[in-house]
C-alpha cells in the first residue's frame, strides 16, 4: 500500500476506512506496552492522567485527517511547546541572537539536568561557550528560549505564543490549562534551580520569576491530537497553514526546527529514536508525541505512560508501527 492517505473513491468503498482500520490494529497492539511505562509523578495535577489512553490523529499536507483511539482526550503541551517558544524566539530576534544564548547539540544527559556550567570555571571564555545550555528542547535552554521572546509582561509573551499555537492548529480555543500550570508552578523545584542557576552565572537575563511564569504557562497549553497533528502539518508543510497564503513560519526556521526535534526532540534517546524510527519528532512528558513526516503527515500522539527519559511508552511504539508499516523514516 502507498503511503498516501486516499480520499473515498467513487464506488463509495472506502480506502480511507481500511486505513482507519488498520491503524486500530497498530494501536490496540502498541497499547499493551503501556503498561511498561508510568504517568509523571513530579507535577501533581498530570498524575490524574489514565496511563492506558492512547490516541493518534494524522493530517496529511492534502488536509485528509484519519484518527484512531482516545483522541477525544485533552492534554497539555508541556515540552512539546518548546519547539513553538522557540519559532517565536527566532521570529523575534533572528537565529544568530537566539543561538547565542542557547547551544544545538542533543544532550546525554535528562531532560531536566542542572546546566553544565555548574561544574565549569566560567571566568574562562572557552569554558562559557560549553557551559550555555545544550539546546532549546531540554528544560535549561528551553527557559533560556522563553526568555527571549518579545513583551512587556509574561502574559503578552504567552499571549503571542498562543496566537501563533491557535493559527498552526486552526484551533482558536486553544488555552492554558491553569490547574496544571498552578501545579507545575508551586511543585517544581527543579526548574526553579535550573532558572536561578542560570541567572545567576548570567545566562539568564530576565526576572526569573516572569521567565518561569512563562514557561510553566506555556507548558500547561492544552490539545487534542487533532489540534498536535494540524500543528505538525504545519511543520510539514515547510511552515504553510491551509487556506493562508504567506507560511506562518518562515521555511528556514522549520528547516532548523527540524535538524533540532531530530538530534534532540525526544530527549537523550533521540539518538535511538531516529535509528529506529526516523522522522522529526518532539515529546512532552503528558505522554504527548508531535512528530511529521516531511512533505506529506502530521502526527499527533496521546500515551500518558511514559519511560524513565520522559517519553510515552505506547506512544513511540505506535509510532514507530506506523513508520515501519507506511515507509514514512527518512533514514
Ligand atoms: N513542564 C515540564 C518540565 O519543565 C516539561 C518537561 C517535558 O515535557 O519534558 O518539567
Redesign the pocket.
Known amino acids: 500500500m502507498s503511503t498516501r492517505i486516499p480520499t473515498r473513491n467513487k464506488t463509495g468503498f472506502s480506502e480511507m476506512e481500511q486505513l482507519r482500520q488498520e491503524m486500530v490494529k497498530l494501536l490496540d497492539e502498541a497499547k499493551t506496552h503501556s503498561k511498561k511505562g508510568k504517568v509523571v509523578d513530579y507535577?501533581p495535577e498530570l498524575k490524574r492522567m489514565d496511563p492506558h489512553l492512547l490516541g493518534i490523529t494524522v493530517v496529511s499536507t492534502g488536509g485528509k485527517e484519519i484518527t484512531a483511539g482516545d483522541v477525544q482526550v485533552r492534554f497539555t503541551l508541556?515540552?512539546i511547546s518548546k519547539v513553538f517558544a522557540l519559532t517565536l524566539a527566532i521570529m523575534d530576534r533572528g537565529m544568530d541572537e537566539v543561538f547565542r544564548h542557547v547551544g544545538m547539540e542533543p544532550s546525554a544527559e535528562p531532560?531536566?539536568s542542572l546546566p553544565p556550567s555548574l561544574f565549569l570555571p566560567l571566568d574562562r571564555p572557552e569554558f562559557r561557550e560549553l557551559a550555555k545550555p545544550a539546546n532549546p528542547m531540554i528544560?535549561s535552554g528551553a527557559i533560556v528560549v522563553s526568555s527571549l521572546i518579545k513583551g512587556r509582561t509574561a502574559q503578552e509573551k504567552l499571549e503571542r505564543l498562543l496566537r501563533l499555537v491557535r493559527v498552526i492548529s486552526g484551533n482558536p480555543t486553544i488555552r492554558v490549562n491553569e490547574h496544571v500550570y498552578a501545579s507545575?508552578k508551586k511543585a517544581?523545584e527543579?526548574?526553579w534551580a535550573i532558572a536561578y542557576l542560570l541567572r545567576e552565572q548570567g545566562f539568564l537575563k530576565e526576572n526569573v520569576e516572569e521567565v518561569l511564569d512563562l514557561y510553566f504557562m506555556q507548558?500547561a497549553i492544552e490539545a487534542s491530537c487533532r489540534d498536535l497533528a494540524y500543528m505538525a502539518t504545519c511543520l510539514a508543510n515547510g511552515g504553510t497553514v491551509w487556506g493562508l497564503s504567506k507560511p506562518v513560519i518562515p521555511r528556514e526556521i522549520v528547516r532548523v526546527l527540524t535538524a533540532l526535534m531530530v538530534t534532540c526532540g525526544m530527549?537523550n534517546a533521540s539518538g535511538e529514536f531516529a535509528a529506529r524510527v526516523g522522522i522529526p519528532a518532539k515529546s512532552?512528558?503528558?505522554g504527548a508525541i508531535m512528530a511529521f513526516v516531511p512533505g506529506k503527515y502530521g502526527v499527533g500522539i496521546i500515551g500518558p505512560a511514559i519511560d524513565k527519559k520522559?517519553n510515552s511508552v505506547a506512544g513511540t511504539h505506535l509510532l514507530a508501527s506506523c513508520v515501519n508499516r507506511w515507509g514514512w523514516s527518512l533514514f
Open positions: 507535577i508541556q515540552s531532560f531536566d528544560n507545575e517544581s527543579r526548574n507548558c530527549y512532552g512528558v503528558s520522559g
